[in-house]
């Protein structure tokens, strides 16, 4: 299993110099709005995918679909560093920006990379990975294409069969993408399509079926059969279903690593909130996940607070804010018997 044990953001976006300390097995990240909860979990997707730096030019740390050929411009000044423990290891991760101009670096250009660089963009950039104190030449290497030109990077070599790690952004949390529903098919051939449909059940009373159908422009669909009606997509029944099914098909899809989720509590009534971290500890001690989400709502930490209330040292609470001397964000952790004191935080709730 895969799991965090502290974190460090070096320099990620604005922030510079958070460490967050005693990582459990469920984390809830709470806090005013920009003072960095997105950030950290996007940091922490990066850094579990340390051996990947093609990861910098994606959607959900982009935030955008467009391709910058310096990555590195939209999330930091300089180098992007991270450092963390993971399973009781420090590991450090640098990434910087190197700008080429029609010559490239002697020794960084492998064979893989010069028959893509015959069919793409010339090279711009150069991306310069330091993993552990060492900068890292060769492994798998990649070339990524952008408009202004293609951007070269070493990769180091991934450990065998180590699990990916999961991020879900805001941004794509009201239907369910195409992964999902691969996902979703892996999940009911291991035969837990039934712990779905009770799933959705807590917020639409009397589903019967979950399944994935196809509409007339071949746009393949999750679907969801209540009280003996006609199927129906699943986000008809409001962000609080595919909420729901996107928690169990991530945590299942996650199994022995970490799940990354942005405002965890989106569309979810509170009446169900309980209910639901029922479910997700239930379900991150099946599949040996690690949870960390962030939230704005204090009912949502109150319902987790009682659910780990046998086993409070699983949850820890971090609540960010920025230090009023140095303005740069702090983190205060709460877990094990000092849980209670987090039931009296000031959040933002909207």
Known sequence: MVQLNNF???????????????????????????????????????????????????????????????????????????????????????????????????????????????????????????????????????????????????????????????????????????????????LVREGHKEELVKTIDLVAPGTEEVEILTDASGESYLSVTVAGGRPRPLHDLGGGAVRLARLLIGIFASQGAILLSDELENGIHHSAQREVWDKALQWINLWDVQLVATTHSAEFLEAAIDAFSDRPEDLSIHRLYRNPDTKRPEAATFTGDALAGARNLDLEIR
């Open 8 to 186: 460090d953001v070096v320099r990620y976006r604005g922030i510079d110099g958070l460490s967050i300390r005693h990582l459990s097995r469920a984390n809830l990240i709470t806090g005013a709005n920009g003072v960095g909860k997105t950030a950290l979990i996007e940091a922490m997707w990066l850094f579990t995918g340390r051996h990947n730096p093609g990861l910098l030019w994606n959607t959900n740390l982009q935030r955008t679909h467009s391709s910058p050929a310096n990555p590195l411009s939209r999330l930091t000044e300089g180098e992007l560093e991270l450092r963390g423990t993971e399973n009781g290891t420090v590991h450090e991760l640098k990434f910087g920006y190197e700008k080429i101009d029609g010559t490239y670096p002697n020794g960084r250009i492998t064979g893989a990379m010069q028959d893509d660089l015959r069919r793409l963009p010339q090279a711009v950039g150069f991306i310069r990975t330091h993993l552990d104190g060492k900068l890292v030449k060769g492994g798998s290497g990649g070339v990524k294409p952008t408009s202004s030109g293609s951007v070269l990077f070493d990769s180091p070599d991934m450990p065998a069969g180590r699990p990916g790690c999961i991020i879900e952004s805001t941004r794509f949390q009201h239907d369910t993408s195409d992964e999902d529903l691969r996902r979703y098919s892996v």
